[in-house]
């Protein structure tokens, strides 16, 4: 008896290491061309976008008069100096609507998005004097398209010049005149939308900003201010910050939830196997003890290889399909592997009862826990609770002494 223990014991150390193998393999295919495929999604959608408001200033230009001294000689000469005067802006009404479209590249999606931007800002202009005046939008992300850029100021559109990472328009401003500037456009980005006030601790006066989610999950970035109020709206969330003279050096940002990745989660769920086996093998050996069948270490090999053949299979065929769907197909053609075969070996009943209920809980229903992040561990363990209740009242008047003597 010990030996066959020992045997079994073997097995499925023997099998882990498999296990470990291939889980390792998984996250290496998965994560060695991730930062390559995060590049080329960037590169064909966009990346990931910070908006920052709009300035608005004008370069007063100065004229100083220089003396310099040289061997003896007094030199004068004018030098014409220019100095940039911005103009604080006096009121923000910022919109952005997030629609979450992902893509997927090998073995992870990503989560790219689609975004309508408006924003509405106040300049005053408060020199003495008539400026001309230039408006800057500081584009969100080098990497990125933008639809429909509209400028207009004082309900007027005006002609808009673009730099590296600018769009700029020049409108005239008399003392004391405030200007209204809208600005409009469409892009897409990945992963991340953030708003951003400024370098450092920024004063922001009378803001107000909006954003309209077709999703439900998402969080709050590290750094960033959470919304002052949160309504859910059909599948997504209309999120608003508003704040009547806000002095912060946090930003505004929302992380888009990610997709179930099929990578790393059949990566995670071979890590793991190992468990279930021994569960599994548990359970058969005191099973067939209690009923007298007299299962060979080589039934427990093959057993093993038709828990391996699950994780195998899935390992690459998450690649062509879908993740639920593969998780079927495997589980299907583990448990036929296994019934099929016990059946030939001890009956059709044990094969299907005991075996192949013992296989869909420890291998397919615990690999299932994997998809419900931050319960799979409390799933697992209501199984294992529910295994040993079940084994105790199944083995409370079994002789073991009878059972482990030597014959």
Not at 202 to 210: A, I, R, Y
């Amino acid at each position: 008896m010990f030996k066959r223990i020992a045997a079994i014991a073997l097995i499925a150390f023997c099998t882990s290491i498999a296990w470990a193998i291939l889980g390792s393999t998984i996250f290496m295919r998965t994560y060695s061309s991730d930062s390559r495929l995060k590049d080329r999604v960037a590169s064909s959608w966009g990346s990931p976008q910070g908006q920052a408001p709009p300035s608005a200033g004008y370069n007063q230009v100065s004229e100083e008069t220089v003396s310099t001294d040289s061997s003896g000689t007094t030199l004068i000469r004018h030098q014409k100096s220019q100095t940039w005067i911005p103009f604080p802006i006096e009121k923000s009404r910022v919109n952005a609507n997030l629609a979450i479209d992902y893509r997927r590249k090998g073995l992870l999606w990503y989560s790219t998005y689609k975004v309508k931007f408006t924003g509405t800002y106040d300049f005053k202009n408060s020199s003495d004097a008539t400026r001309d005046v230039t408006f800057t939008l500081h584009l969100p992300a080098d990497q990125a398209v933008y639809d429909g850029l509209r400028f207009l100021i004082n309900g007027q559109s005006v002609s808009v010049e673009h730099s590296k990472s600018d769009a700029y328009a020049i409108f005239p401003m008399k003392p004391g005149q405030t200007a209204v500037l809208n600005v409009a456009y469409n892009s897409q980005g990945l992963d991340r939308w953030s708003y951003d006030f400024g370098e450092g601790v920024t004063e922001v006066k009378d803001f107000e900003l909006q954003t309209h989610t077709d999703f439900k999950d998402f969080d709050i970035l590290e750094n960033a201010l959470s919304p002052t109020t949160e309504t859910p709206e059909g599948k997504g969330w209309n999120l608003d910050w508003k704040y009547d003279n806000l002095l912060s050096g946090y930003r505004i940002g929302i992380a888009l939830p990610q997709k179930l990745q099929p990578g790393p989660l059949a990566g995670r769920i071979s890590y793991f196997a190992p468990v279930s086996l021994l569960f599994f093998f548990f359970v058969i050996f005191v099973f067939t003890t209690v009923q007298g069948i007299n299962l060979h270490p080589m039934n427990y090999f093959f057993m093993a290889c038709a828990f391996f053949s699950f994780h195998l299979l899935m390992a690459y065929l998450v690649d062509h399909i879908s993740i639920h769907l593969a998780f079927i197909i495997c589980s299907a053609v583990s448990v036929f592997l296994l019934v099929s075969y016990l059946r030939l070996v001890v009956g059709l009943k044990f094969a299907a009862v005991e075996a192949g209920v013992a296989q869909f809980v420890y291998l397919v229903l615990f690999s299932y826990a994997f998809f419900f992040d931050g319960y799979t561990g409390l799933a697992i363990t209501i199984g294992a609770i529910l295994t040993l209740f079940i084994v105790m009242q199944t083995t409370a008047r079994v002789q073991w002494t009878e059972k482990f003597a030597v014959r």
